[in-house]
């Protein structure tokens, strides 16, 4: 039975139709309102203009083209081992035993209308992927950009390019050709190297006996986990970053407490809009003209035999360096089983290294005692330890990175593989130590030339007389933007350097060191 309407005409629990028309108008003023809020903090909101928090466009045009070609080739590769007999268009491998990968892979290249294109935009896209986050990362170390409140910003970033690097490897062996194949084969002997686990993670991985099922297994960790995670980890960054709002050098009227810049909407966001167009086009030209992973010279994949001179992916060269530094023959016989330290040191080195780069942050805060909050950035030499210590850092990735072309640098360059070891473990423990005393003394004596500037100015190659006999130099004084850029930071409990005052030289004494002022221009 239903309900009556009392004597308003409203049924039971609803109102009148004009009743709920004016309340939905009034939420639609209410949204309407909100959106505009919005907008209004859109084109009020600063975003400072430096080169440097532009690489955040790079990476995002990087993602969109590798996710974008990627989800249009899963339409033609067929992740599977199975071996078929190749019958596709390139003659020299009519006849072959080929996996259904390797097969669908060629068809992809050679048969399907920009098919091509579509492998080398998705390969190109996933090499400058991982490296517009390492330059993030490293201009965020250099000017401090990882400390409070942003510390978790920093693990994040860091967490991305693991899942980038990842990403870009699960992928790096699907084709199933002889180069992927040497890889796995090396990454089988590197997880049955780790005493207890070892086998049991490598019959995990491959599903038995090499090559088992490798490409049924990377296949969903390539398309579905390991991108989920990137995309996860880049978009939380993303969110912290609009909480905590962006972060700018010093500079005239720039404070802890505001920023100077230009409106996000529309001045920013045109313009990252046409880097985002431009790094786009520039991956898809690069594609279109610049050949790689060439599979069909390097043949489909065979267990019994490897590639020679099989170099990696830049971004995991390191790694491969890691385990060519090892000194041979470092094994040892502990609790009954065999502790291969070729595959344990390279494996705990690297862990290590990622370990300090992810806490970091915190490392730095606990020993300084510094946990303000850090809204303006550093120039490089206004820290001489941290740049130091980020130059070492890079050395060592770097040496290890050479080593893992070592084959390659001793063919080319006709010299003993042996040598160039050699040559290479010595400057991976000699090399960051110097970088880094190196890297101080330059930035303390950038620091000395940014102190003589804000004290007496530029050089004008004027010497005058002064009546009491003595010669002294006139310096022109810095602008006052200019020495707001250049100021050194001050502490709690010291005084910041200023600028000598525009609109009057600055007479410096020849020999004594002595520094006065007299009024006037240059």
């Known amino acids: 039975m239903h309900s009556i309407a009392s004597g308003n005409g409203n049924s039971r629990g609803r109102g009148s139709l004009t009743d709920r028309l004016g309340a939905r108008l009034a939420d639609t003023r209410v949204l309407g309102r909100r959106v505009g809020d919005v907008w209004l903090h859109l084109r009020t909101r600063p975003v400072p203009r430096h080169w440097t928090g532009l690489f955040g466009v790079v990476t995002a045009a990087s993602l969109v083209v590798v996710m974008a070609t990627g989800i249009l080739l899963m339409f033609f590769y067929s992740p599977s081992g199975d071996t078929v007999t190749y019958s596709g268009v390139y003659a020299p491998l009519h006849g072959a035993d080929v996996s259904k990968a390797f097969a669908s892979t060629m068809h992809v290249t050679f048969e399907v209308p920009g098919g091509r294109l579509l492998r080398q935009a998705h390969h190109w896209s996933a090499l400058m992927l991982p490296a517009s986050i390492v330059v993030q990362l490293v201009i965020a170390f250099f000017t401090g950009g990882y400390r409070r409140p942003r510390r978790a910003m920093w693990v994040l970033l860091v967490l991305a390019f693991l899942a980038a690097v990842a990403t870009g490897w699960s992928g790096y062996a699907l084709p199933d050709d002889m180069l992927s194949s040497t890889g796995l084969r090396i990454v089988q002997g590197i997880m049955l190297g780790i005493p207890v686990v070892g086998t049991w993670l490598a019959s995990a991985l491959f599903g038995g006996a090499f090559p088992g099922r490798i490409i049924e297994n990377l296949y969903p960790l390539h398309v579905v986990v390991f991108?989920?995670?990137?995309?996860?980890?880049?978009?939380?960054?993303?969110?912290?970053?609009?909480?905590?709002?962006?972060?700018?050098?010093?500079?005239?009227?720039?404070?802890?407490?505001?920023?100077?810049?230009?409106?996000?909407?529309?001045?920013?966001?045109?313009?990252?809009?046409?880097?985002?167009?431009?790094?786009?086009?520039?991956?898809?030209?690069?594609?279109?003209?610049?050949?790689?992973?060439?599979?069909?010279?390097?043949?489909?994949?065979?267990?019994?035999?490897?590639?020679?001179?099989?170099?990696?992916?830049?971004?995991?060269?390191?790694?491969?360096?890691?385990?060519?530094?090892?000194?041979?023959?470092?094994?040892?016989?502990?609790?009954?089983?065999?502790?291969?330290?070729?595959?344990?040191?390279?494996?705990?080195?690297?862990?290590?290294?990622?370990?300090?780069?992810?806490?970091?942050?915190?490392?730095?805060?606990?020993?300084?005692?510094?946990?303000?909050?850090?809204?303006?950035?550093?120039?490089?030499?206004?820290?001489?330890?941290?740049?130091?210590?980020?130059?070492?850092?890079?050395?060592?990735?770097?040496?290890?990175?050479?080593?893992?072309?070592?084959d390659i640098i001793a063919a080319t360059f006709s010299v003993s593989i042996e040598h160039v070891i050699l040559t290479l473990q010595a400057a991976l423990v000699i090399g960051p130590v110097v970088g880094f005393s190196v890297a101080r003394r330059i930035a303390l004596g950038l620091q000395q030339k940014d102190r003589m500037l804000l004290e007496h100015g530029y050089e004008t190659g004027r010497i005058l007389r002064l009546p009491g006999g003595e010669y002294v130099e006139v310096h022109r004084p810095l602008d006052p933007e200019e020495g707001e850029r250049i100021a050194l930071p001050h502490h709690p409990n010291e005084g910041r350097l200023a600028p000598a005052a525009a609109g009057h030289d600055v007479l410096v004494g020849v020999g004594n060191g002595e520094a006065g002022s007299a009024t006037g221009g240059d």
């Open 227 to 406: 991108p989920l995670a990137l995309i996860a980890f880049l978009v939380l960054r993303a969110v912290a970053a609009w909480r905590h709002g962006p972060q700018q050098f010093p500079g005239p009227g720039r404070t802890a407490h505001n920023v100077v810049g230009e409106p996000l909407v529309p001045t920013v966001a045109v313009r990252e809009g046409g880097l985002f167009a431009v790094v786009t086009g520039l991956l898809l030209l690069v594609s279109a003209t610049v050949t790689v992973s060439p599979i069909w010279l390097y043949g489909p994949a065979d267990p019994g035999n490897a590639g020679a001179g099989s170099q990696p992916d830049w971004y995991t060269g390191f790694l491969d360096g890691a385990l060519r530094l090892v000194p041979p023959g470092w094994e040892v016989q502990w609790l009954g089983r065999t502790w291969t330290l070729a595959v344990l040191a390279p494996l705990t080195v690297v862990g290590a290294f990622f370990a300090v780069l992810v806490l970091y942050p915190y490392i730095e805060e606990r020993i300084t005692g510094d946990r303000r909050d850090h809204d303006l950035l550093d120039r490089p030499r206004t820290a001489p330890t941290r740049t130091g210590i980020g130059v070492a850092g890079l050395i060592f990735v770097a040496v290890l990175w050479a080593a893992g072309g070592a």
